[in-house]
Structure formats: C-alpha cells, structure tokens
C-alpha cells in the first residue's frame, strides 16, 4: 500500500507541475521531472522508514542513501523523458498528453527496482544502528 501511495504522489506531483509549468517554459516536463522526484524522494523514504522498514535514527544517512537509490532512477528516468515523449508523439500523435503518458510508462518502470535497493541498501542494518523495531 505504502508502494502505491508514494507512486500515485510522485506521478501526481509530476503531473501537476507538468501541468503547472507548461504554459511558461517549453520542455516543461523535465523541470517537473527534476522538482517532483526530490518531493517524491523524500516522501518515499519517511513512508518506508516509518511504515515498512520501521527503523530508528540515521534520518540522515537513510535519506542520503534514498538518494542514491532513487536518484540513479531519477536521472535515467529525466534523461529518457524527452526521447519517451517524443516516442509517444509520433507512436500516438498526442502531442498535448504525451508527458504525460511517458512519465507513467517511466514511472511503471523505475518503481520495479527501486524497493530491491531500498530493500538491500537504503535501509540495509549497518554497524552501530539501531536494531529494527
């Protein structure tokens, strides 16, 4: 449960700033992109430290490792986006919904791996922590 609420509010955020910023900057999706993953990032990691992972201290050490988890995603997945929506343009010919629909299919899957990382790094047991509750 917590896997969907944190992609419906990353996708959301996505969406809205897409939304927000296309009328005032061409290739508004990729700053929509840049601005909606660190909000999502941050959202994931206290709903996964809070509710799946449960565990105690480090906020700062296991923020930075989301980081590096999400942020390999984040960056592959900006970087794709231009070429993705471009694809979708000229596969569907929606050029207004086209962000849109590459975000999602982006989105689907970039969230496969990111729960093996957090799983296996982000909040990985490491010497000296706190033990899981």
């Known amino acids: 449960m917590v896997g969907v609420v944190n992609t419906v509010f990353g996708y959301g955020t996505y969406a809205g700033l897409t939304a927000l910023f296309t009328p005032h900057i061409p290739f508004a999706y990729i700053l929509a992109s840049v601005i909606s993953n660190l909000l999502a990032i941050t959202f994931s990691f206290l709903n996964y430290k809070w509710f799946i992972f449960k565990t105690r201290g480090n906020y700062l050490r296991e923020w930075l490792r989301c980081i590096v988890v999400y942020g390999g995603a984040s960056l592959i997945g900006t970087a ?3 070429p993705t929506v471009f694809a979708v343009k000229h596969l569907t010919g929606e050029d207004r919904w086209a962000p849109y629909i590459a975000g999602a299919l982006l989105t689907a899957i970039t969230v496969v791996g990111s729960f093996a ?15 899981r509750s």
């Open 117 to 131: 990382g957090h799983k296996s790094f982000s909040f990985a047991p490491t010497e000296g922590s706190m033990p």
């Open 80 to 82: 794709l986006l231009a």
